[in-house]
């Protein structure tokens, strides 16, 4: 299994890669009055309007405001691209089945954990995809929720 590593808050998760289509660097974000909290705004990408879910709200942690060392990850999942805001992708790693531990129901329905996998000496919880995305609530972004004036703008900080 192929999985991109990143952090938040001091902690390291891994994500199946292969719903990752890209990792981009922080960038200015056009916020939606009506978006749910866990939806930090939205960006174009690639002439693709994609919402960016707060990846610390969806996994009950405290939210932040973007810096620049932040990362989104655009992945691909139910028919839609969207953007998770992470601390850092670190890096896609492989691990052999014999290192990942797919038997616990509690963490998969407890904490949206797909699997354990063990690797470098360390444990990584691999993260549920829809589970991240989904506690973002649902959204539709058209092109016309990009309009200048038709949000808030959330501004990369320094710290």
């Known amino acids: 299994m192929r999985v991109l590593v990143f952090d938040i808050d001091g902690n390291r998760y891994g994500l199946d890669a292969t719903h990752v289509r890209e990792v981009l660097p922080a960038a200015t974000l056009t916020g939606l009055a009506t978006a749910p909290p866990a939806i930090k705004g939205i960006l ?12 610390r709200r969806t996994l009950g942690l405290e939210a932040r405001e973007v810096r620049q060392s932040d990362h989104f990850v655009i992945v691909y999942v139910t028919g839609r691209t969207i ?6 992708a670190v890096e896609i790693i492989e691990v ?8 616990n129901e509690f963490l998969e329905r407890s904490m949206g954990t797909q699997c354990i996998a063990r690797f470098d000496g360390r444990l990584l919880p691999v ?3 829809d589970a991240i995305v ?5 959204i539709t972004v058209t092109p016309q929720d990009a309009t200048p004036g038709g949000g808030t703008t959330s501004n990369v900080t320094d710290a």
Do not use: F
């Open 134 to 138: 989904g506690g973002a609530g649902s």
């Open 96 to 103: 052999d089945d014999e290192s990942l531990d797919n038997g």
């Open 44 to 55: 174009d990408v690639h002439g693709m309007i994609v919402p960016i879910v707060d990846a």
């Open 127 to 129: 993260q549920l995809l």
């Open 83 to 88: 953007g998770l805001h992470v601390d850092h």
